[in-house]
Nanobody
Framework: QVQLVESGGGLVQAGGSLRLSCAAS????????MGWFRQAPGEERKFVAT????????IYADSVKGRFTISRDNAKNTVYLQMNSLKPEDTAVYYC????????????????WGQGTQVTVSS
């Protein structure tokens, strides 16, 4: 089992920045690829970014490319999502997820999920 706890969400004005953190406990964190997803009210959960177990490989959704950066610190069992130039359309609950293999943007391939953290971007 892997337990994931997100933090760092909040209310920010458009153009601002936030950094989300996801702390993992349980099984060996460094063996999992990690992802961030988001879900806005009335919409399906959508892929945001993912990072390989080593941190070498990353993939981003087109909507966040160039604005968001995913990173990880295996020594701290933590994955981060740095969000810059935030837009009102980035408003959503952000979820951290872990996959036992490289899973890219495929939501159903992620084995473990956090409880989510709310990000609200005001215009």
């Amino acid at each position: 089992q892997v337990q994931l706890v997100e933090s760092g969400g909040g209310l920010v004005q458009a153009g601002g920045s936030l950094r989300l953190s996801c702390a993992a406990s349980g099984r060996t964190f460094s063996s999992f690829s990690m992802g961030w997803f988001r879900q806005a009210p009335g919409e399906e959960r959508k892929f945001v970014a993912t990072i390989s177990w080593s941190g070498v490989s990353t993939i981003y959704a087109d909507s966040v490319k160039g604005r968001f950066t995913i990173s990880r610190d295996n020594a701290k069992n933590t994955v981060y999502l740095q969000m810059n130039s935030l837009k009102p359309e980035d408003t959503a609950v952000y979820y951290c997820a872990a996959a036992s293999r490289w899973s890219g943007s495929y939501t159903d391939q992620y084995n473990y999920w956090g409880q989510g953290t709310q990000v609200t971007v005001s215009s």
